[in-house]
């Protein structure tokens, strides 16, 4: 067999696979009831509509949909975004201050590109989302944690580090936050909160790095600003949106949003990253957004998921053992497990299995390997009769790994 | 305005804009012709066919094109491209040596993420393809140009970077080749020659990197064995194939196959990538391929650009001056111009717009500014009176500038 160890470069010495990616596998085993995916429900994709409008931009407009695309994004499509953006979250944005990606996943890449050497810190919250410390991992980003409540990241933790940072003579090159229901934990920052966080960085000069795939999936209480909107346009934020969890994240498209100058040097990036982001999947979305029926079709989903987490609270109400706590989510699609601290919840993931339920661990979600007796719960893609029978078996498993 | 400055990484120091992508911007100027971009034939789209297949995948199977599909590819397309190894190519894969990629220029990305540390030895044709160039750039490569004739990279000058990197003490991590109809040249590298190729790879032990977006796409002549069939699965190959020349580059997508440790290397970055490249168009492009259209979809193809070939051939022997010599390929979408040395295409390309003409200049296609008097012209995409009229105004303007 050939050996290639001295053909690998140093990126292969940090990453290791993702927890989730290789647990999605576990899904398809039969009788498996899975909380470990972010998947959105089945039975949510506009699947005739979808596919009609497939049909029709695919035949009607070959020369867009089949063809070689700019790599900015396809300026119609960036309209459609541009309103919505307008319409829904007060923000102003021009076609040059947004690129469209192929989903959030590549907009974490581009942007860990963009601004991360090798050792370079990067601020992110304990626990958060596991695709952005892979990707920020990938680069060599020392990452470094900050306290969490049940509001999100907290002020007073950011802005130790950043002053710990600071007197190091280091520079913190972004804040990564997930900030209305935030995975894995599913709290939101509230907007007085938002404002303080956003004057650390200003007082820092580091940007926030804010990611907001759900934020309109909410079932309850008030939409909160996002940093984007708070900031005006200022440049200390950029936000990264993303179809996947509110139409279907099979198309694979996203957008992120920003000052120019760093929008540019995205595009600059993604030119030899993917050329481009698939100009049919691009059309079939952006047709979809002027039929105008996205409202509707979220409002929906966000009944369908309130529905689905107050079931889920319920059965962890109804099954679980003392000493076992969860978050309350107002939106989104996760809550967050805590069992007492002499459960561990990588080696609990057996047990768990062998009694046909999955979720995934909560080390996954911190950059320092704490966490151990957590868990991130996913309770938008099970029905709702497995998502009773899910958290049963996930009681008889804390309860058999307790004992 | 906000200072990014102290917030950049290293990368955005090293790449530039591509030239082709902003020339791509000119083709959309009114009256322009352009021989710059690699597009395929608007005519040749089966918009008919993909668009109803979009419309049956997408409502057939929901939770297959909708959902978040596995990072390695989806098992029933990559089967149907097995098979297509096997039938066309005498090539044996199994599913864990080949990873779905969102086009080729990712295959780019990947291999140079997982292989090179910046200052890394690469070794490339001169001239060569220059989505590469700025791949490899991106990780900070050290590219090291070999020879070229007019049957591709040259085995002895090849052999003379190999030893003098192997006598500094340098490890060469792969040697990017384009052996069919190359990218810019048009050039093919005779099977004695890429044994011998193969050979040197091996005495060296580095791995060649095969790209071969349109291998397929021949109007005369035969066909030369791949490097990885000659290889027969030893580790020393990693060939990338796309669907960008062949189908249609609006879904993005295309395969590439190796060892088996070095594909599942490729898995574990490319989550973090971008999760997975989009289901819906790998259901699409699989049900096209279910249905055993795409060898006579090539072989159409194939006939209608070998008549672009001949006529942008003849027009150059009808109308361009003394002292300019072109390449005659037998397949693919290009073909090279070699202008008297005074000529510098970057700056006549200020001339040739003036007269509604584009193409790409040599330099974009060498790693050491060489190629000044030379360019890659199209013959793909332009109609075949643009591809007389816009030969008659580019031997106009070289006229011209020549002045």
């Known amino acids: 067999m050939k050996d290639f160890s001295h053909l690998l470069s140093q990126v292969n010495g940090r990453v290791t696979a993702s927890a989730i990616r290789e647990l999605l596998k576990v899904i398809g085993v039969p009788g498996m009831i899975s909380f470990a995916g972010g998947l959105p429900s089945p039975e949510m994709f506009p699947a005739e509509e979808l596919g009609e409008i497939a049909q029709k931009v695919i035949t009607s407009s070959p020369n867009k949909t089949l063809q070689y695309g700019c790599t900015e994004g396809a300026a119609d499509f960036k309209a459609e975004l541009i309103k919505l953006l307008k319409k829904d979250e007060d923000i102003e944005v021009s076609q040059d201050e947004m690129l469209i990606v192929s989903a959030s996943q590549q907009g974490l890449d581009i942007v860990s590109k963009t601004f991360v050497d090798p050792g370079d810190a990067v601020i992110v919250a304990k626990p958060t989302y596991l695709g952005a410390l892979q990707a920020f991992e990938t680069y060599g980003a020392d990452m470094i944690g900050v306290e969490s409540d049940g509001f999100g990241i907290m002020a007073e933790s950011l802005e130790e580090r950043l002053e710990e940072l600071k007197k190091a003579g280091r520079q913190c090159k972004f804040i990564y936050i997930v900030p209305d229901f935030q995975n894995p934990t599913g709290t939101t920052i509230p907007e007085e909160r938002r404002v303080k966080i956003l004057e650390l960085a200003k007082k820092y000069d580091t940007i926030i790095l804010e990611d907001s795939p759900y934020r309109k999936v909410r079932f309850k209480g008030e939409h909160q600003k996002t940093f984007y909107a708070l900031d005006k346009g200022a440049g200390n934020v950029i936000t990264m949106f993303t179809f996947s969890k509110t139409l279907a994240p099979g198309l694979r498209l996203g957008y992120v949003i920003g000052d120019k100058e760093i929008i540019r040097k995205f595009v600059i990036l993604k030119q030899a990253l993917d050329l481009c982001t698939s100009p049919a999947c691009q059309s079939i979305a952006a047709e979809y957004l002027k039929r105008g029926n996205m409202d509707k079709h979220i409002a929906e989903m966000s009944k369908l998921y309130g529905k689905k987490r ?60 704490s966490g151990k007796n957590a868990m991130r719960l996913n309770f938008s893609y099970s029905s709702f009769e497995e998502i009773d029978e899910g958290i049963r078996r996930l009681a008889k498993a804390i309860t058999e790994y307790g004992k």
């Open 310 to 369: 107050d079931i889920m609270i319920s059965a962890l109400r109804k099954y679980m053992p003392k000493g076992v706590s969860w978050t309350e989510p107002e939106g989104g699609l996760f809550l967050w497990v805590v069992m007492p601290e002499n459960i561990d919840s990588e080696k609990m993931l057996k047990t768990a299995i062998k009694n046909n339920v999955a979720y995934v661990m909560g080390t996954a979600f911190y950059p320092d390997g």
